[in-house]
């Protein structure tokens, strides 16, 4: 019995691990595949969009502080020599200022706020191609839900195969099991002539009372007297 027992769930463990193979290589497998190679460009892109933000701050800082020293000159037009110090700012001497120089300072000024500006419309540019290519990447992987739902689909498929298959097995097994009882029982009873524990109670149930023994500690002269009686 336990060995017919042991074939039913060697059986059942079987058809456990041909089902987790097949969901491995038909469904967990391509689902990876998908989901790694879609996060790989949306990774890609996010990066990319991180350093256009940074890239457009930087141009949009440049061109404040442009903006900031051509308003000192234009404020200090006509007040006094205009200076320009260590950080870039401009200040006035109370010795004039001549004409050239004035409009030579404030045309230099107004180079950097062009230039900068400039650069700035270009980093926005730059910006907005990147959140395209970015929606582009998450479009394209909400694209892929059918396939995704299709794996999931496949994945269901397999298991109601796998169960169908194991109760079949199950309900196969149960008569099968239950006719190697009979025929133990039919084997223990050819000897005794009445079930198996009626005979140990008649046969040793006087030893019991007076020993004290256990049925664990008969067990092996029944199984001495059965094979006996088998070998005869």
């Known amino acids: 019995v336990v060995r017919h027992s042991a074939d039913i769930l060697n059986n059942l463990s079987a058809l456990r691990r041909d089902f987790e193979l097949r969901v491995d290589k038909n469904v967990i497998a391509p689902l990876l595949r998908m989901v ?51 950080d870039g700012s401009f ?10 120089a004035q409009s030579d300072a404030i045309s230099a000024a107004n180079n950097r706020c062009t230039q900068a500006q400039s650069v700035l419309d270009e980093k926005e540019r ?34 109601e195969a796998y169960l169908e298959e194991s109760l079949q097995t199950v309900r196969r097994a149960i008569p099968e ?4 009882i009979g025929e133990c029982a039919s084997f223990l009873f050819s000897i005794f002539a009445v079930d198996l524990f009626s005979s140990i109670r008649r046969r040793f149930g006087n030893l019991f009372l007076r020993t004290g023994l256990k049925i664990v500690l008969i067990l092996p002269s029944m199984y001495l007297l059965s094979l006996s009686h088998f070998q005869n």
């Open 177 to 180: 099991l239950v006719a190697v």
């Open 91 to 100: 200040s006035s001497l109370d010795t004039g200022l001549n004409g050239w």
């Open 126 to 159: 730059d910006l907005m191609a990147s959140k395209d290519k970015l929606l582009s990447s998450l479009y394209s992987f909400i694209g892929q839900e059918s396939n995704h739902v299709t794996l999931l689909v496949d994945f269901f498929r397999a298991q």
């Open 36 to 86: 790694d190679d879609t996060r790989a460009d949306i990774e890609k892109e996010r990066r990319a969009l991180k350093k256009a933000m940074s890239d457009m701050r930087e141009a949009r800082d440049q061109l404040e502080r442009a903006t900031t020293q051509l308003n000192q000159l234009t404020n200090l037009n006509g007040n006094g020599t205009i200076m320009t110090g260590m």
